[in-house]
């Protein structure tokens, strides 16, 4: 435990870096490293560059799959769905007899208790880019991102503001990929990455398609 | 500030419903709807059994050997787990069980059960400042990163993988590969200060430096 106003020395900042960007130190010792991030630029130095690695690591782009992938995926997978479906057909044979006649005696209620309560959902509320607009977020002066409050990632902390989601794409920011990653795989599992792996897929059938032709 | 409404503004619950509803018709017997229930988490498979296996042909094979193994354990899968964290668990332990069996990590076996106890110093570099997000359009640069990452050793690769990764939290991390927290947060640590050193090496000899920034606005 570090009290508020210690000073803390590289080697420790060194050993709770991690910490540090996980949230993870207490309110002591956190204040005590900020402290000295003003003063050390050896360490503001590895703190930036720490949190760069988490950033480009953590975008979905870093991950590449080789060609076709996912089209012999589909297809194991279809082979692997008829199986079951003929071993499920063999069960069901059986399963739906019984399962009728204990419907009938009363004793079990099917389904509810297998289901999760579904929200009800307007079709309305579905933001174009999945980030609800009124979020507040915060911008700093020297980076094109804007993240929520609390963010591990967030650069040049004395030029914070705050502002809402509407306001900072307005202004040309992008979305950190971190702590807003989950508005960003929501939008873009509904809508622009499937359109993406959609023109992906379609390359690779075609390139595929023309070797077989060769 | 008036807040949005967290259920009708929210899309990922649009989204999880959708997946809820399905893998509830997967788990009554419509098979042939379990693609489209694992596409958005297909590259994520790969890129855990990547990690573990650094094999494309055997990730690509262990991919689909835990996507089957999933469909046949579905019924199994219980609503308050993630289902991507779920799936990832089940590749972690495909991946694992496959290099156990063809013992290919005999050479780093060695130092894969410890943690190297003495502290790290991170080099000095000059300022490395936010990268922003386009540089990720360069494949030169996606492959440097990607190169960085494979000359870990694999304790710290696959950590690093499956908590900056794949965003599991450390408490699944240490699940999936078997380890404590602590182990966790040690190797972390070390990953990403081993990275960082990789690449602010590799910036300040210029591979960085040659990317299509706009005029004026070199971001560190």
Known sequence: ?214 | MAQPNAVLNNPETAVLTREQDLIARVQRGEHELFYELVRPYERRVYAAALAILRNESDAEDVAQEAMLKALANLRQFRAEARFSTWLIQITVNEALMRRRRERTAMTEAIDAGRDDEGEYTPRDFADWREIPSEALERKEVRQKLAQALASLDRKYREVFVLRDMEQLNIQETAEALGISVASVKTRLLRARLMLRDLLAGGWEHGWFSRLPFEKGSKPW
């Open chain 1, 1 to 214: 435990m570090v009290n508020e106003g210690n000073v803390v020395n590289c080697e420790v900042v060194w050993r709770e870096i991690s910490n540090y960007l996980e949230g993870e130190v207490d309110p002591g010792l956190r204040a005590a490293m900020d402290g000295h991030f003003h003063t050390c630029a050896h360490c503001r130095s590895v703190l930036e560059g720490t949190r760069n690695v988490i950033q480009l690591y953590g975008d979905e782009r870093m991950i590449e799959v080789p060609s076709g992938f996912g089209r012999r995926l589909e297809r194991r997978l279809a082979r692997g769905a008829q199986l079951r479906s003929r071993a499920w057909s063999t069960w069901s044979a059986w399963l739906l007899p019984v399962a009728a006649l204990l419907l009938i005696a009363g004793g079990v209620r099917v389904a509810s208790s297998h289901t999760m309560p579904r929200p009800v959902l307007s079709e309305l509320a579905q933001p174009g880019h999945g980030i609800p607009a009124d979020l507040p977020v915060i911008v700093t002066a020297d980076a094109r991102v804007f993240h929520v409050a609390g963010c591990g990632v967030i650069h040049n902390k004395q030029t914070e503001r705050t502002l809402t989601a509407k306001e900072a794409i307005e202004q040309g920011y992008a979305p950190c990929t971190r702590c807003l990653r989950k508005y960003l795989e929501t939008a873009a599992r509904a809508g622009s990455t499937l359109q993406w792996e959609a023109e992906t897929y379609s390359a690779e059938e075609e390139a595929y398609e023309n070797a077989k032709a060769r």
